[in-house]
């Protein structure tokens, strides 16, 4: 099952919403609908799509930059608990630290152009404005109320991400100046701890207010920064291998219209786990493992074949590619099959990469 779905695409970018932010509107939905009517519930989702907006604006700041550093951006991801870019950063402190400070600083922008024109379209405005989402939602269906929400929102985002809690914006900033003085891996250690330490009090403090809210964007960063570091040490790890260097390749192609009865009497082999599935071309179509089959024994499955079992979301890349380079494309998938003039000569798993970083880490490489 899919996790997130496309909704359009900028500058090459595909944006993207998450499966848990369209449960969030359709919560927002029957929350405002039993609490004042369907109106309000209306209002909820328009007030949390403005939102949602911004936030996407910001992520674009940070996504237009890399583009123009000539760093790929895939796509952009909407979650409840705000945006991600999906940006392989370069191992370059001062393009880590501009593209760092790009998205708060559009909102900072953004924030100062509604702050003048609340003083020329509405002088003696009072600029604060409630925090009641019920109230919010009403009051952006007029001008003042909209350029108070964005006003205020912007400057929240952008003081929000430059707290030093790393992988945000600002934990990103902190770890591209240490970076300026030290290694990257000793670097983004240190980022990711201080980062993990502050994430911590942010999920207390969100289970003492018992604001579910905050709590769950403290838990998420904690894990999100200890992925990072991983990220990071494999990164550095597999330095200098290519694609066909690293690819498992030890293993035999089965066809996708064998049955699982002969697969396992005459193909199965000690130790492979994963089998390359081709089909009356050929042309590598899948994934197959004896773990996909469940548990039943081969006789209650009758005619099933590996193809009613194999995996078909792969990734392909080239043998001379670095491993370096793609390494967080390869980990965002179960399999990545390794081409060398269009033939395929070995995959990778995101379990066999963490298994040869640490082999190489022992032999000291």
Same mark, same amino acid.
């Given at each position: 099952?899919?996790?997130?779905?496309?909704?359009?695409?900028?500058? $090459?970018?595909?944006?993207? &919403?998450?499966?848990?932010?369209?449960?969030?509107? !359709? *919560? %927002? &939905? /029957?929350?405002?609908? %039993?609490? +004042? $009517?369907?109106? @309000?519930g209306i209002r909820l989702v328009l007030l949390f799509t403005v939102l949602f907006a911004v936030v996407l604006f910001h992520e674009l700041a940070h996504s237009c930059v890399a583009l123009l550093w000539g760093v790929n951006v895939p796509r952009i991801t909407l979650l409840p608990i705000g945006g991600a870019a999906h940006v392989e950063i370069p191992e370059k402190p001062h393009m880590e630290l501009i593209m760092s400070v790009a998205g708060p600083f559009f909102n900072l922008v953004f924030a100062l152009f509604c702050f003048v024109f609340l003083l020329l379209l509405f002088p003696g405005s009072d600029l604060f404005t409630s925090w009641d989402i019920l109230e919010m939602a009403e009051v952006i269906f007029t001008l003042e109320g909209l350029l108070k929400f964005l006003l205020h929102i912007n400057v929240v985002l952008a003081v929000f991400n430059l707290l030093p809690i790393f992988p945000m914006d600002g934990g990103r900033v902190f770890r591209a100046i240490l970076a300026l003085f030290m290694d990257y891996t000793r670097a983004t250690t240190i980022a990711a701890s201080v980062g993990q330490y502050l994430s911590l009090l942010l999920f207390f403090g969100g289970l003492f207010t018992l604001n579910i809210m905050i709590l769950l964007i403290g838990g998420l960063i904690y894990l999100a920064a200890g992925q990072e570091l991983k990220v990071v040490k494999l990164r550095h790890a597999l330095a200098g291998l290519s694609m066909a260097d690293a690819a498992f390749k030890e293993y035999g192609f089965v066809s996708e219209s064998m049955s699982l009865r002969d697969f396992m009497e005459y193909a199965a082999k000690p130790q !492979?786990?994963?089998?390359?599935?081709?089909?009356?071309?050929?042309?590598v179509v899948g994934m197959f493992s004896p773990e996909f089959i469940s548990k039943k024994s081969t006789a209650d499955l009758g005619n099933a074949t590996v193809g009613d079992f194999m995996v078909r979301d792969y990734l392909t !890349? =080239?043998? /001379? +590619? @670095?491993?370096?380079? =793609?390494?967080?494309?390869? &980990?965002?998938?179960?399999? !990545? *099959?390794?081409? +060398?003039? /269009?033939?395929?000569?070995?995959? &990778?798993?995101? $379990?066999?990469l963490s298994d040869l970083a640490g082999y190489r880490k022992m032999k000291g490489f």
């Open positions: 099952m899919r996790s997130s779905y496309r909704i359009f695409q900028v500058f $090459g970018i595909s944006v993207e &919403l998450h499966i848990t932010f369209i449960l969030l509107l !359709v *919560f %927002l &939905l /029957g929350y405002g609908w %039993l609490s +004042d $009517g369907f109106v @309000s !492979v786990y994963y089998y390359p599935v081709v089909d009356v071309s050929g042309s !890349v =080239k043998a /001379g +590619d @670095s491993v370096s380079e =793609k390494i967080i494309r390869i &980990l965002e998938r179960d399999f !990545v *099959f390794v081409e +060398d003039d /269009g033939r395929v000569i070995g995959y &990778l798993t995101p $379990g066999y």
